[in-house]
Every structure is written in C-alpha cells, then in structure tokens.
C-alpha cells in the first residue's frame, strides 16, 4: 500500500498565518481559504474589509487547485485561448489565477486560494502561505 504526507490543522494554521502576513503587508483585504486533497475545506478566514463575495471564491480556487493538481489559472488560460468546454468540467467553478496547489514529498496534499485583489497578487499570497511549510515539493 502507498503512504503519502496529508496537510493537518496545525499545517493549515501555519499556511493561513503565512498568508495573512503577506496580505497585511501589502495592505491587501482578501479572503484565504486552504483544502485537502480532496478540495475540502480546513481553513478560511476573510480579512477587515475583504468582499464578501470573496469568501466563496477562494475556497473555490483553491478546490480547483487541488482536484486539479495544478494552478487554477491554467484553466483560466485555456479557457482564454478558447477552449470553453472548460467552463462544464464537473467540479471546477473558480477557474480563476488564485488558486495554488499544496505538493510535498511529489503529491498534492491540497491547495490555498486567496480571492480580494488582483489574481497575480492572490496568487502571491497563496504561494507565500505554502512557503511557511518549507517544502521541497
């Protein structure tokens, strides 16, 4: 049987701190939001001042991020250089840059999604969120 690392509270509580501190840096309100492999929720937090319609968006990046293993805004590409058929794929509604996928040890262990400023920027603040766990990939 394989075995392969998994994000627990204390991991998500590092990465969310993490992001909040690169978001108050900046003086950015976004919403942040971290998930499991399977896209479900462990953390979320809206910073004073964030939309709140940001509070749905970032767990959606970041349940995007996860299922797809990759970056939310490759799907925002290839949704741009037209291929729509995207916007049906079952499972996917934050097909947005913003959503940035968890890998430790060659898996994906979850994903951040950061929703509140501009999506270069939200994705800046989900990669220095992951940044706080030191790893490797």
Not at 40 to 56: F, K, N, V
């Amino acid at each position: 049987m394989n075995n392969k690392p998994f994000l627990n509270l204390d991991d998500a509580r590092r990465i969310a701190a993490a992001a909040e501190a690169e978001a108050l840096a900046n003086k950015w309100a976004v919403c942040i939001a971290v998930v499991d492999d399977g896209g479900h929720l462990l953390w979320l937090q809206r910073l004073d001042g964030a939309a709140p319609i940001s509070a749905q968006i970032a767990p959606n990046k970041a349940r995007t991020a996860a299922l797809g293993r990759r970056e939310s805004r490759v799907y925002e590409e290839m949704i741009n250089q037209g291929r729509m058929s995207f916007l049906s794929a079952p499972g996917l509604e934050a097909m947005l840059e913003g959503g940035v996928p968890v890998v430790a040890g060659g898996h994906c262990v979850g994903a951040v999604g950061v929703s509140g400023v501009k999506s270069a920027e939200d994705a800046q603040i989900a990669r220095a969120g992951i940044a706080a766990l030191g790893l490797a990939g």
